[in-house]
């Protein structure tokens, strides 16, 4: 029962870190304070026998795990250095191909290291939405020009931009003019892999109709 007191109070920790800011200085000093207090009372406890201080223990306990979450919402990161080119038009980007493209009917969407922004060195990660053709691999490099913009918060509901967000990606680029510079620009047991990956899907597509090769590969390949 103990550990789900701790579990709620670290989950209630992230939940409030959300909203409220928590000043990192305090926040380390209470939980200090919290847990020589608690050491202490537990020394008194097994000396004396006073078994009325476990529940101040257990609270002062729940308050540090508290603070413990709301530090751990706070080192998540919550931008990148691409950020700051949001909303500017003709913005040229370059970076790789990180992950394998996915395509759906009118577009395939990319995921982009950036490493370059305007001719000055970069650093984040990207969603590019582009035409299906040509055609574009992990590990490409690519030089693309158009607008950066944040993603959707709210797509029927569902807040994309969190989802996103939690990956570590806040930028997206929606049908800009793409050059393909170079390929092989990623570790070469990765682009085997996903090598591998394509071409198995594609033997699935070949040998099952329809849905059921879409199903089958999704489900054994994650496409």
């Not at 201080?53 to 508290?66: E, K, N, T, W, Y």
């Not at 990207?126 to 020009?145: C, K, N, Q, V």
Request: hydrophobic share 40%.
């Amino acid at each position: 029962m103990i550990l789900v007191y701790l579990s709620a109070a670290f989950i209630l920790g992230i939940y409030c870190a959300a909203y409220y800011k928590i000043p990192l200085s305090a926040t380390l000093t209470v939980i200090a304070i919290c847990l020589l207090v608690s050491l202490a009372l537990h020394i008194l406890r097994k000396r004396y026998a006073l078994r009325s201080v476990s529940r101040v223990i257990l609270a002062l306990a729940c308050i540090a795990i508290f603070l413990c979450g709301g530090l751990r919402f706070a080192a998540v990161p919550t931008g990148d250095g691409i950020q700051p080119y949001t909303g500017i038009e003709n913005t040229s980007i370059s970076g790789v191909v990180s992950d394998e493209p996915e395509p759906s009917n009118a577009s395939v969407k990319l995921t982009i290291r950036v490493d370059e922004i305007n001719g000055e060195k970069a650093s984040g990660t990207m969603l590019l939405y582009t035409e299906r053709f040509p055609t574009y691999s992990y590990g490409d490099r690519i030089h693309a020009t158009g607008t950066i913009e944040a993603p959707p918060d709210d797509i029927n509901g569902f807040n994309y931009r969190a989802y996103l967000e939690i990956q570590g990606i806040y930028t997206t680029m929606f049908y800009p003019g793409v050059e393909r510079i170079s390929g092989g620009n990623t570790p070469q047991p990765w682009q085997a892999i996903y090598s591998l990956r394509h071409s198995l899907g594609e033997s699935l597509r070949a040998s099952l109709p329809e849905p059921e090769a879409s199903l089958a590969r999704g489900i054994l390949l994650g496409l």
